[in-house]
């Protein structure tokens, strides 16, 4: 039952996502030239190169919740599915325009800049780990005051109950 309540989180996790996305970036119209410095930075940044490293972070971490036995083939369709749907050469167009949206195209540019300066790369090869370890003192917290949380969710759930099941 866990496994089943999980994989329907993380797929509505990953629907919810794409569904967003795609909210985000068919409102608006960009020029090609906006749309390409808007891809320019995110190459810049490095994000392409990392992007099959984070699917793979992604699906361990989720897999991570699966029962053993299931785990491989649940790895197994998650990098398939993935591959098709979640990869740079899928989303760059849709990233694109996220970024078009946020950033005129000089601010684009200014960032490409940076990005590929020394201090830009740097930031750049940093962020993947930095952004781990802000996961994991996430995950720190949440596990040194566990108890705290159950409760503070059993009291929350306990006044939405309806009368008759109290």
Do not use: C
């Amino acid at each position: 039952m866990k496994f089943n309540l999980t994989l329907i989180a993380l797929t509505s996790a990953l629907l919810f996502s794409v569904a967003s996305v795609n909210a985000q970036t068919t409102s608006t119209t960009f020029t090609a030239s906006h749309l390409k410095s808007a891809e320019l930075f995110l190459i810049a940044t490095g994000i392409n190169t990392q992007f099959t490293g984070i699917v793979e972070t992604m699906i361990g971490t989720s897999s991570a919740q699966i029962p053993e036995a299931q785990r491989s083939t649940f790895i197994n369709v998650m990098k398939q599915f993935m591959g098709k749907y979640y990869s740079w050469d899928v989303l760059k167009d849709d990233l694109a325009k996220i970024y078009s949206a946020e950033f005129t195209e000089d601010e684009l540019d200014q960032l490409t800049t940076f990005y590929n300066s020394p201090l830009g790369k740097k930031v750049s090869s940093k962020t993947p780990l930095l952004l781990q370890k802000g996961v994991a003192l996430g995950q720190q917290i949440i596990a040194n005051h566990r108890p705290e949380l159950e409760q503070m969710m059993q009291d929350a759930f306990k006044k939405t109950e309806s009368p008759a099941k109290q």
